[in-house]
């Protein structure tokens, strides 16, 4: 399945499972409250967190060597026990912390993120596993049947048997083993008797990977978990919420770098680096050309956004969501960039830029926090992705020729900007007070910058090429 295909496809899916994840969010966020909620998420931080000590680089290590197509069933088995013996480790951790984690998050949970930990980690051995035999189209259907369960059973728990957040962790494991058993269902490649070459062929590859991967839960988890310490579990909830927002503009950046890592693999292996430049200069504009628009539309209407949607004590996040949002941009950015390099075999630079950008985003939070607030965290969390872009970019500059839209994202921020000019005479005409309104606006700023789009003719001429290309698939 091409680039083009199967990022789509995944985008499609991706669109879907936000939809249901912001209903959920917001069901849950009104339900709960800031602090019920923010229980909720400081026990998703550390989930997150555990899990990415057993990952350590292991995940993209398994689908890089799958996807390179050599003893596919030897090196699956040997990741699969590669795996386990982390899970062990975190287990151990968990007991023996498991007072401290009660009482940091505000719930008897320590037993329910062992549980959590192993259900995702089999649910990402299948998704892997099909990444690494350039399947990734397939994957979007078990990241929906995760979301859809998480999100259903959890209007059940809390809802329906007044669980409080402990409910919304049941969802997550329900949903986390659903995907891994359709998962399994789908796979070719089935696990074989480890090999001690195996094993070294994966540890050499996340030797260097660990770091970026331990890098991608440092900046999303950093910040809430330093106000989960310094604020209010209900300031972790505002500001999670404000995140969870901004994060939807990263749906078609996520789903193109996770169908570029096995796409460069596969010609870095034949030696082809000319058509992996070409790869990443296709993939960049079309990774922020939805992420900037988003940014002008924030700018008018985040405070109505997080008071209509999630409740009046959401909206003093406002500013905070202008921020997160807004750094997005360079995320988008990195997130293909960075995908790349670890196709073409380059973990190395990747980690050097994380290990920067990861004491930077630390240091920021420690900082900030305690200064500003809320807004201090989401200034030190886009600053640190900031320079992790442009270290990234400069790294895959040294090693593939490839070309920046520069002319195509002055083009598209100036149709975004118009329509932000749209947006402000709106709202001083009307007055956004539900639901009703804010999808109203919304769908004039669609419509404002779609037609922007159409008018400008090298855009319009990328838009009608992609869609070519698609239904060519």
């Known amino acids: 399945m091409s680039v083009t295909r199967s990022s789509s496809k995944l985008f499609a899916v991706n669109v879907a499972n936000a939809g249901i994840g912001f209903l959920a969010v917001t069901v849950f966020a009104r339900e709960l409250g800031p602090a019920g909620i923010g229980a909720f998420f400081l026990f998703q931080a550390l989930f997150r967190v555990l899990e990415s000590g057993i990952d350590l680089g292991l995940n993209t290590a398994i689908e890089k060597r799958l996807s390179e197509g050599s003893s596919r069933e030897t090196m699956l088995g040997s990741g699969i026990v590669l795996k386990f013996v982390g899970f062990l480790g975190v287990t151990v951790l968990v007991l023996a912390f498991r007072g401290p984690v009660n009482s940091y998050v505000g719930e008897p949970v320590a037993g329910l993120l062992i549980l959590t930990v192993g259900a995702s980690q089999l649910a990402t051995i299948a998704t892997t596993t099909l990444r690494g035999e350039l399947r990734v189209g397939e994957t979007a259907v078990l ?11 959890g209007v059940v728990f809390v809802l329906g048997f007044d669980t409080g957040p402990v409910g919304l962790v049941y969802g997550v494991i329900a949903g986390s083993l659903v995907s891994f058993l359709w998962g ?7 696990p074989a008797r480890p090999s001690v070459v195996s094993v070294r062929s994966l540890l ?34 505002s500001y999670e919420v404000a995140w969870r927002v901004a994060a939807i503009t990263l749906l078609f950046p996520n789903a193109l770098g996770v169908s570029l890592l096995p796409q460069a693999s596969a010609l870095s292996a034949r030696g082809d680096r000319e058509r992996v430049g070409r790869l990443i200069s296709n993939a960049l504009f079309p990774a922020v050309a939805l992420v900037i628009p988003a940014v002008f539309g924030t700018l008018v209407f985040a405070e109505s956004i997080l008071g209509i949607l999630f409740g009046p004590e959401y909206a003093a996040a406002a500013l905070v969501l202008i921020v997160l949002v807004a750094g997005k941009v360079p995320e988008a950015v990195q997130v293909v960039v960075g995908r790349v390099l670890l196709g073409i075999d380059r973990p190395d630079l990747v980690a050097r ?16 926090i305690p200064r500003y607030g809320l807004v201090g965290a989401a200034v030190a969390t886009t600053l640190a992705f900031t320079v992790g872009m442009v270290q990234r970019s400069w790294y895959l500059r ?9 002319a195509n994202v002055l083009r598209v921020t100036a149709v975004s900007a118009v329509m932000g000019g749209v947006l402000v005479g709106v709202q001083s005409v009307v007055a956004v007070t539900d639901v009703l309104g804010l999808v109203g606006v919304v769908l004039v700023g669609v419509t404002t910058f779609a037609t922007g789009v159409l008018v400008v003719p090298s855009l319009r001429a990328l838009a009608f090429d992609y869609a070519r290309t698609y239904r060519r698939g």
């Open 353 to 368: 830029a994380t290990v920067v950008a990861a004491v930077l985003n630390v240091g920021l939070n420690v900082v900030l």
């Open 398 to 406: 040294t090693e593939v020729a490839y070309r920046l839209p520069v």
């Open 184 to 190: 399994v269902t789908k796979l070719d490649t089935r």
């Open 204 to 237: 050499s590859y996340t030797k260097y990977n660990v770091i970026p991967a331990l890098g991608v839960q440092v900046h999303n988890w950093t910040d809430v978990l330093i106000i989960g310490l310094i604020l209010t579990q209900a300031d972790v909830g």
């Open 143 to 153: 990241f929906l049947a995760n979301q859809v369960v998480y999100a259903l059973l």
